[in-house]
C-alpha cells in the first residue's frame, strides 16, 4: 500500500467531520446547561448538574473521535441485510429522498394526507430504483387511502383531508 | 413457589380468553412478519403502534407487545436461514451455518431446528422467568436510590461496551440519547431545560419519534446509500420440515445448552443476545464430533445459537420487569409503553399490576406454542415476504414511520423532529455509530437523573453515598470494570500489533 510507506494514515475526513459534529453537540450542550435556571432557594442537586455531566462527556468523546479521526481510524459502517458495506455512497439515492421529506412536509397540511403519503411513496420507491412509477403510484395511494380510512372511521383519529375528498 | 405457581395460574386464566389469545395471535403473527422483513424491527414496531394503542386495555397492549417481541426473533431466524445477508448481529451466526445447509439441500431441516430450538429454549428461559422475577422482586425491594442510580450506570456502561465496535461512538450515542431526553421541563425544579424557547418542547421529546427517526427514516436513508444491487437469492426450502432421527439427536442437546446460556447472560444488565449466540457457537463447535463441518452447514450451529438467542431474549425481560432496566432497543420501548400506560416497571408493578405481569408472563407461553405452529407448517407463506421488491418495502415503511408520528399529535414539527433525526440515524450507521445506546440512553436518562439527585437528597448532598453502600459498591466497581477491561485489552492488543510492525 501507498500509505504505509510513511508510516500514517490519510486523515478520515467523514469521520472527522461527525467528531467536529460531536464535538458541536457538547458545545451546545454546554452553554444550554448555562442558562438553565436554578433557584436560588433550590438546595439540593439542581437541574445544572446532569447537563454538565452530559455535556463535558459528549466534549471529551468528541476530542476522542477527532483525534483518532486525524490518524485515520474510521468508523465501519454497519451490516444489514440490503446492505453492500463496500458500496460506495449513492449520493442520487439521498438527494431524492431528501426532496420526498421535504414535499411530504409541504403537502401534508395543503393537498392532504393522501396525497403527501403517496407522494412519498413514490419518491422513496424511485429512490431504491423502481423502475415502474406508476406501479408505485398506484400502490402508494392504494395505501394511503386505506390507512387514512381506517385511522378517520375505524380509529376515529383524524388526519388532514386536503383536496381529496372522502 | 406455590404462591409463584398460583400467580401463573392467575396469568393463565387472564391471557387464555378469547380477546387476549387474540391479541396474542395478532403479536406473533406481526412479530415473525417484521422479522423476516427486512429494514423493520420488533423495537419499530412496538414505537409504532404505541400511539395507537393509547386507548387500548394496557393488558392486551402488553400481550400484543410481547408476541412482537418473541415473534421477532423466530422470524428473524428465517430470514437468516435463506438469505445469505447478514441482519441483526444476534443472527449472523445463523446465516453462517443455516445458509450452508439450505444451499446443500437441507434448508427445512435448519428452518425446523431453529424453530423448535426457539420454542424448546423460549419455553425454558419462561419458566425461568416465571421463578427468577419474584426472587428478583424482593432483591429489588432492597434497592435504595442510590443503589438504582448504580445499577443503571452498569446498565450505561455494559451496553455501550458491548454494542459497536468502538467505546467512544457507543459512549457517543448514549450521550446523545441522554440528552435527548434532558429536553423539556425538569420535574423537580419545574424549570425548562433547552427547549429553545418554543412551547412544544416543553413536555419533552417524544420517544416514539427519536425511536423512530433512528429506526425508520435513519436505517431507509442508509440502506438508499448503499442499497446491496442485483438479484437476492432466496434459498428453496428442500427437504422435509420434519427433521429425521439423526438430526433429532444432533439438535437437543445444543437446544438445552442454548437455552441454559442464553437466559442468565440475557437477564444482566450486559445487552442483548449477541454474547450468548456467539459463545453457543463456540460451544458447540468444540463440543461437536464433526468440527469439521461447521462452516459448511452443521446444524448444531443452527441449534444452539437460535436456542441461545431466544433465551436471552426472555432474560432480557427480567431486569425490564423486576428492576425497571432494559438492556435492549425493544426493551427500551416496552418501557415507554408502560409509562404511556402511567406504570413504571419494578419490584412494585407485581404488586401494583399484578393481572398485567402475570397476564403477560403466562402469554408468553400461549406466544411461543403458537409460534411454534405459524413458523413450523406455514413457513413457506412466510418465505414470500422475502421476495417484496425493496422499493415498494422501504417506501411503505417511510409512509407508516411518517402516519406514525404524525398521529400523535398532528404537527408538522413533530415530523421536521422525525426527519432530523432520522438524518442523525443515518449518519450513525454510515460512520459505526451503534443505534440502540441512544434509545436506552433517552428513556433510562431521565431515570437515573432522578435518582441520583433522590440519593443525593437523602444523603444531604454526600457523593460518597454511591461508594459506601455496599451494593451501590459492588455494581459500580462492575460498571467500571465493564469500561476499563475493553480499553486495557484494546491497548494490550495494539502493543502486539505495533511489535509486529516493527519486525515487518
Keep these: ?166 | 413457589m406455590l404462591e409463584t405457581l398460583e400467580a401463573l395460574l392467575h396469568g393463565f386464566s387472564i391471557a387464555l380468553t378469547w380477546q387476549n389469545l387474540l391479541w396474542a395471535l395478532a403479536g406473533v403473527t406481526l412479530g415473525t412478519m417484521v422479522g423476516i422483513l427486512p429494514g423493520i424491527g420488533p423495537a419499530l414496531t412496538v414505537a409504532l403502534l404505541l400511539p395507537v394503542t393509547f386507548n387500548l386495555d394496557p393488558i392486551a397492549s402488553f400481550i400484543m407487545f410481547a408476541g412482537i417481541y418473541y415473534g421477532g426473533m423466530y422470524g428473524g431466524s428465517t430470514t437468516s436461514i435463506l438469505l445469505n445477508t447478514p441482519g441483526e448481529s444476534a443472527s449472523i451466526i445463523t446465516a453462517i451455518e443455516g445458509n450452508q445447509m439450505a444451499r446443500r439441500g437441507r434448508g427445512a431441516a435448519a428452518l425446523a431446528t431453529a424453530a423448535i430450538g426457539s420454542f424448546v429454549a423460549g419455553t425454558i428461559a419462561t419458566v425461568a422467568l416465571t421463578f427468577v422475577a419474584p426472587v428478583m422482586v424482593r432483591v429489588g425491594l432492597a434497592f435504595g436510590p442510590a443503589d438504582y442510580f448504580a445499577l443503571m450506570v452498569l446498565a450505561f456502561t455494559t451496553v455501550t461496551a458491548v454494542l459497536g465496535s468502538s467505546l467512544a461512538r457507543g459512549l457517543t450515542s448514549l450521550l446523545f440519547g441522554i440528552g435527548l431526553g434532558m429536553v423539556g421541563i425538569d420535574l423537580q425544579s419545574g424549570q425548562a431545560r433547552y427547549t429553545l424557547g418554543s412551547l412544544e418542547l416543553l413536555d419533552g421529546i417524544n420517544v416514539i419519534t427519536v425511536a423512530v427517526g433512528l429506526f425508520a427514516v435513519g436505517e431507509t436513508f442508509y440502506v438508499a446509500s448503499r442499497l446491496r444491487r442485483g438479484k437476492q437469492d432466496v434459498e428453496a426450502i428442500k427437504g422435509s420440515i420434519w427433521m429425521n432421527r439423526q438430526e433429532w439427536a444432533r439438535s437437543w442437546r445444543p437446544w438445552i445448552r442454548g437455552a441454559l446460556l442464553g437466559f442468565p447472560l440475557g437477564s444482566l444488565p450486559a445487552g442483548g443476545a449477541e454474547i450468548p449466540t456467539f459463545l453457543s457457537y463456540t460451544i458447540e463447535k468444540r463440543l461437536s464430533k464433526r468440527p469439521e463441518e461447521f462452516g459448511k452447514g452443521a446444524i448444531e450451529g443452527v441449534a444452539g445459537p437460535e436456542a441461545a438467542n431466544n433465551s436471552a431474549a426472555a432474560g432480557v425481560l427480567v431486569p425490564l420487569l423486576t428492576l425497571g432496566i432494559p438492556t435492549s432497543a425493544t426493551a427500551a420501548i416496552m418501557l415507554a409503553a408502560f409509562q404511556q400506560f402511567g406504570l413504571q416497571p419494578g419490584p412494585l408493578l407485581f404488586q401494583r399490576a399484578p393481572d398485567l405481569v402475570w397476564g403477560l408472563i403466562a402469554s408468553l407461553y400461549v406466544g411461543n406454542a403458537m409460534l411454534l405452529v405459524l413458523n413450523l407448517p406455514l413457513v413457506g407463506m412466510w418465505v414470500r415476504l422475502l421476495t417484496i421488491p425493496r422499493p415498494l418495502l422501504y417506501a411503505g415503511i417511510l409512509v407508516f414511520a411518517t402516519l406514525g408520528v404524525y398521529s400523535l399529535s398532528n404537527s408538522i414539527v413533530d415530523l421536521i423532529t422525525l426527519y432530523a433525526i432520522g438524518a442523525v440515524g443515518f449518519l450513525m450507521r454510515r460512520f459505526g455509530f451503534p443505534v440502540a445506546p441512544a434509545v436506552i440512553g433517552m428513556i433510562l436518562g431521565p431515570l437515573a437523573e432522578q435518582q441520583f439527585r433522590r440519593a443525593l437528597a437523602i444523603s444531604q448532598g454526600d457523593y460518597t453515598v454511591f461508594f459506601t453502600r455496599p451494593l451501590s459498591l459492588t455494581l459500580m466497581v462492575v460498571a467500571a470494570l465493564a469500561l476499563l477491561v475493553p480499553i486495557a485489552l484494546d491497548m494490550r492488543a495494539k502493543r502486539k500489533g505495533r511489535t509486529v510492525e516493527v519486525d515487518d
Aim: proline content about 5%.
Design chain 1, 1 to 166: 500500500m501507498a500509505a504505509s510507506t510513511t508510516g500514517r494514515k490519510p486523515i478520515a475526513w467523514g469521520d472527522l467531520l461527525v467528531a467536529l459534529g460531536v464535538v458541536g453537540f457538547g458545545v451546545y450542550f454546554l452553554q444550554g446547561a448555562y442558562r438553565i435556571k436554578v433557584l436560588p432557594s433550590y438546595s439540593n442537586i439542581g437541574p445544572r448538574f446532569f447537563p454538565f455531566l452530559v455535556a463535558y462527556a459528549l466534549l471529551a468523546c468528541g476530542v476522542v473521535l477527532t483525534v483518532q479521526a486525524l490518524r485515520g481510524v474510521r468508523g465501519l459502517p454497519e451490516e444489514a441485510e440490503d446492505v453492500d458495506a463496500d458500496a460506495p455512497t449513492d449520493w442520487r439515492a439521498l438527494v431524492i429522498m431528501g426532496a420526498a421529506l421535504l414535499l411530504n412536509l409541504l403537502l401534508m397540511r395543503t393537498a392532504g394526507f393522501i396525497v403527501a403519503s403517496t407522494v412519498l411513496y413514490l419518491g422513496v420507491a424511485v429512490a431504491f430504483h423502481e423502475r415502474n412509477w406508476l406501479r408505485a403510484v398506484l400502490i402508494g395511494a392504494a395505501l394511503s387511502t386505506a390507512i387514512y380510512l381506517a385511522f378517520t372511521d375505524l380509529l376515529g383519529l383524524t388526519l388532514p383531508a386536503g383536496i381529496v375528498p372522502l
